[in-house]
């Protein structure tokens, strides 16, 4: 039997730890800064960048790791990765204010790094008008029973409801503009003749298809594609002043790339896509990582367990697993996949992920309305 008695406390709670042990309240704030950690990963440095930056990190003891050859000068460029707890990345940001190399804009960043805005997390309902989706195909592919279902997510509680008439699912085929079009018009009738009071996205890769909808109500274009297919569909959704929902896609459906790291490349698409989207006047963006989009399993969960790394591409993150092949149960029932789809959500809640795009909105926010304040 051991002697002493141990036990790992997560940084998130560490105030409440602090003040469990009788710590000194009135400094509580600033100890509870000394408690939390962060790796903060910097792109592209120069040698002289990264060295004063890791010399910086060292002064106040926290560290900053840096390519080997940095010392020598015998690389034009290294990626970093610095270390340390809110306290010491704070000095660190203060300290590079009076730095040259333009350190003092990566002390700024590293400082906006350390404080984001609170996220809450919004329940997307998905209503897919085709008659091969991989989970409801052919149920709501008639008008009557779409605008039946639109109801139902919007009575559901859901906070956007995501209209798909072409399916993405692996092996599956593109739909024409037009056959896209005639799928949504009967449900844009009603939406255009009813005010919904919910934000209306449209699942489509197509400029044609996003000035019908948008011209008719709809609020988002969800490109699966991420900008790729339709090189006109980012002035479409600009020429609306509408919102775009970008979504990381490498491949096809069907492909299976393989990433020498799924978290960078992820990363950097994405924040490329989201320069892109601005330089065309979009401003409402909305990231998602492309969950079971040309990613193995292994790489879905990476990003899952790693979804905070897109933060700080400072745009909402919308994640879809529901009823996916990374749930590990692709023969059963759509009840259990449904149960499972919560289970994973769990921790992207915890993460503060902003929507996550579901079939089955009301067990969603019955789940969301039972978590405490």
Known sequence: ???????????????EELNLIGFDSSYLHCAAEKFRYKNIKVYDLSPAQANILKQTALIYGADCAVNKNVITGKID??????CGSYSQLNKISSKLKHQQFSLGELGDEIKSFLNPEQRVTKIAGIL??????????????????AIRKLEELINDGADMIDIGAESTRPGSEAVSAEEQISRLSGVF???????????????????EVADFVLNNGADYINDVSGLEYDSRLAEIVAKYNAGIIIQHSKAT????????????ELFLALKDKVLRAKSMGISNIII????GFGKSRKDNLNILENINSFYSLNCPIMVGISRKRILGIENQDNNLKDIFT????????????????????????????????
């Open 77 to 82: 460029k290294s990626d970093v990765i610095l």
């Open 253 to 264: 459906p069907a492909d299976m790339p393989i990433y020498e790291n799924v978290i960078d």
């Open 288 to 291: 998602d990582p492309g969950i």
């Open 342 to 373: 919560l289970v994973y959500s769990y921790p992207l809640i915890s993460a503060g992920v902003d929507y996550l795009r579901v079939h089955n909105v009301k067990l969603h926010k019955t789940f969301l309305n039972s978590l405490p304040t």
């Open 1 to 15: 039997m051991s002697k002493f008695i141990l036990r790992e406390v997560s940084s998130k709670g560490i105030k």
């Open 189 to 207: 009738e009603y939406i255009r003749n009813n005010n919904l009071g919910v934000t209306i996205s449209v699942d489509t890769r197509s400029s």
């Open 128 to 145: 897919n008008i085709t008659p091969d989706s991989f989970s409801d195909g052919g149920l709501y592919f008639n008008s009557n029973d």
